[in-house]
């Protein structure tokens, strides 16, 4: 086993490396292990861990804990990290701080040896990335940091965060402008602030129709469907994702297909990356019945879900007549007493004790039908159809462990119409009509994926009813609808994962079976936990630590707050 770590992890190229399981689960998202050059420090890139090929185990594995809970801990986000750029000494002091602080936040999914490395002295003074900088910017200069911590590489972070946030965005078909503009005249109401040269090719403004002529004549693309509808629309390296012909049978914006029930739904506002403040009340969301499919859904096997989620969101009980605990249960010890003056045996369980035995977690799934969901999959069936599976999958094991469950699938048609169906409410049973609802599941219309966070999140504050909450996003990562591109929708559905954490709610993104690239998901989920599954029967093999990992961060916030 030591010589194949050390061989993979001199040569990075051939396969995964041993370690990018503990990283991946560390960092609450997917992450690549790579080995560096032999002697170099350990540093990450947001995206690969490069660890020495040459150190010893031990070393490598307390390397990637560090730089993969630096991820999950928010520690390395661009805001933190600009400052640093050509300060390689505050960089230093930095790690020295937000290291340790990073490794408490991820304390419970650490080896033991690497949970010795925690300062406890220094994790008593921050709570936050902003705060360790503040600590390491002082005059009570922080010790340099242990070898095996690494580096800080402040330029290749920020170059690989910004190139993330400018891949190339989706291109709408020749055809839909004119519907895309009635679009436009339905959902704005006056107020328009997109940067002219922001979206060139999906926005509304004058620049952006002359670019969209100018460009029709090079894109060649098939006549008729709508982005995300029947054509493919993730774009990597490697070409165009999905590789097969895609089965969705959307609707487009000019059909006449409307979700809405006439309610004049819930306004939320949406952040505006290219002008840096948030656009009041600017989506509405309506909640709709979802249509009962002719046959339920075939029950998916959770057998292999349920061990893993066993033991999350358990609550603390005050148990009473304990034989040890940290207080004493007057009752009984009266009682002990009055028995010991009789003559009689007391019974010595006198003692207060609290004990995790009661559920204390609800978990709402956020299902994505938007079109692009119908592209065909990596593995075996199209995203939609594997996601859903997924989805009813944990929504079943969560609810017969006795967890507060709600599943709720979303679309969007522009900003006046989001649309979340709810499948499965907090109080309603799993019973065959929320099976006949999943069944009737079409993916169609585009995803305004922040909005549709939003909402959930508001759903669990009001109506979880318990301590600890999880939100699980079930999407293939492409958040675009009209004006709501790929770099502002990104933005935006990054912002939407932030508000929910601030407000104690663990976040959790997964897409199964899905080429999207990490990258592009890491651009969109940002700093919340999410992972990219080939196909749902391998969801059991990450889903304890990911739950883990996404609980225990909105715990510490709540504790800050």
């Not at 709508?226 to 487009?252: K, L, M």
């Amino acid at each position: 086993m030591r010589c194949a770590l050390d061989e993979s992890a001199q040569n990075s190229g051939r396969g995964a490396h041993p370690l990018a399981l503990l990283a991946s689960a560390l960092a609450g998202r997917t992450v690549a292990v790579a080995g560096a050059e032999p002697g170099s420090p350990a540093w990450t890139d947001g995206v690969t861990v490069f660890i020495d090929g040459s150190a010893s185990r031990a070393a490598q594995l307390e390397s990637v804990a560090v730089q993969a809970s630096l991820l999950a801990a928010g520690g390395l986000e661009p805001d933190h990290i600009r400052r640093m750029r050509r300060r390689p000494a505050l960089a230093r002091r930095y790690l020295a701080v937000e290291g340790h602080r990073a490794l408490a936040v991820n304390e419970e999914l650490l080896p033991a040896r690497v949970r010795s490395l925690i300062d406890l002295d220094i994790t008593a003074r921050v709570g936050t990335p902003a705060e360790s900088l503040a600590m390491a910017s002082g005059r009570d200069r922080p010790a340099d940091p242990p070898a095996s911590f690494g580096v800080i590489r402040a330029r290749q972070l920020l170059a690989a965060h910004a190139a993330a946030s400018h891949r190339d965005t989706h291109v709408p078909r020749n055809d839909l402008a004119k519907d895309l503009a009635e679009l436009d005249e339905q959902a704005d109401d006056g107020e328009d602030v997109i940067d002219l040269f922001s979206s060139p090719v999906g926005g509304g403004g004058t620049l952006g129709k002359l670019l969209q002529r100018m460009l029709s004549a090079v894109r060649q693309l098939r006549d008729g469907g709508t982005p995300g509808a029947d054509s493919p629309t993730h774009r990597s390296s490697r070409g165009t994702s999905g590789g097969g012909p895609v089965t969705s049978v959307a609707a487009g914006p000019g059909d006449g297909h409307d979700d809405r029930d006439g309610s004049d739904g819930r306004k939320y506002p949406e952040w505006d990356v290219h002008h840096k403040r948030y656009r009041p009340d600017w989506c509405t969301v309506h909640e709709i019945e979802p249509d009962l499919g002719p046959k339920p859904l075939t029950r998916p096997d959770v057998h292999s879900l349920r061990r893993p989620l066993t033991r999350l969101g358990i609550g603390l009980d005050r148990c009473h007549r304990q034989a040890q605990g940290d207080d004493i249960d007057v009752d009984a010890a009266v009682e002990a007493r009055v028995e010991l003056l009789a003559g009689s045996a007391p019974d010595e369980s006198v003692y207060l004790d609290n004990l995790r035995r009661r559920r204390d977690l609800a978990v709402l799934v956020l299902l994505d039908v938007s079109g692009s969901a119908g592209e065909a999959g990596s593995l075996g069936p199209n995203i939609h159809e594997q996601q859903r599976a997924t989805a009813a999958a944990l929504t079943i094991a969560l609810h017969e462990l006795g967890d507060r469950v709600a599943l709720y699938a979303f679309r969007s048609q522009g900003r006046a119409t989001v649309n979340l169906f709810p499948v499965k409410r907090f109080d309603d049973g799993m019973d065959v009509r929320v099976m006949r609802r999943l069944s009737a599941l079409v993916p169609s219309a585009y995803s305004r994926l922040g909005a549709a966070i939003r909402h959930g999140t508001s759903v669990l504050d009001e109506k979880a009813g318990t301590t600890r909450r999880l939100l699980v996003v079930l999407s293939d990562g492409l958040a675009y609808d009209h004006g709501y591109e790929r770099v502002y929708g990104a933005a935006d559905a990054r912002r939407a994962l932030t508000e929910a954490r601030r407000r104690g709610i663990g976040c959790l993104c997964l897409t199964i079976g899905a080429t999207t690239d990490t990258g592009e998901l890491a651009n969109v989920f940002g700093s919340a936990a999410h992972a990219s599954i080939p196909k749902p029967s391998q969801l059991a093999d990450v889903v304890g630590p990911l739950f883990r990992a996404a609980l225990r961060s909105a715990d510490l916030r709540r504790k800050i707050s």
